[in-house]
């Protein structure tokens, strides 16, 4: 066995990180160790194996935090400022596998059923893994959403902020995971027959019934006002 890191290692600048949400820090966040944030998943090969989402995932908040910073430095100019349109690329595919084995990572061995197709508790469906190596795609309304609509102004956080809250069909099937990425909100959807907005969850992190979901979008556009020459910089997701 490897010791898998639950949220892989490349993400992290530093050595501790601040932890909340676990059942030994619920009541307040406690500092560990990065190297501690481990539990034996995977074997070593199949570890390797999904090294490439590994790295897309390092290079894609790398990407989130440089696009976060650049929209909060250039919506304090002058209106009047001029500039030239940034480009940022992501592999969309790859960011897809690396949040599903993150998702899987946090659930395996716990309480709930993951998908709808799992049968026992905390055990990873075998399709999910077929998909989380690559595979096998996702397909129907599975696989990555992201809030491309919000009623607020994304701020870039103190530091770099992941976060994941999961959400129960029920009292025990986990359908989705909620990501919060240096202030940019992802969806890892798993119901394959159905859309998000058929199926009414449970999360306890509210904000997300205030976001607008798309499935694969093409783009994120971070416009600084709603003048046709706002536009700063743009997110470009390749799904292929």
Known sequence: MSGEHLASRCIFDTKSVIVEGFSWCKEKPKEISVETLVANVLCRDHNAELSPADTAAGQTFTTFEEAVRLFGLRRSLAPSKLWATKRFDVDGVLLERWMLKTF?????????????????????????????????????????????????????????????????LGDRRLVAGLFKVSGISLMLWLPSDRSPAEISGSTRVPEWSQLTFVRHPA?????LSERKASRSHTIYFAWV
């Open 104 to 168: 899987i990572n946090f659930s395996f061995r716990g309480n709930n059923l993951i998908g709808l197709d799992a049968t026992e508790p905390g055990k990873c469906p075998d399709e999910l893994a077929q998909i989380a190596f690559g595979r096998q795609p996702f397909h129907g309304h599975s696989g990555l959403y992201v809030a491309v609509e919000s009623s607020k102004v994304i701020e870039p956080p103190e530091g770099k902020v992941f976060s994941l809250a999961t959400m129960l």
């Open 219 to 223: 783009k994120f556009n971070f416009n």
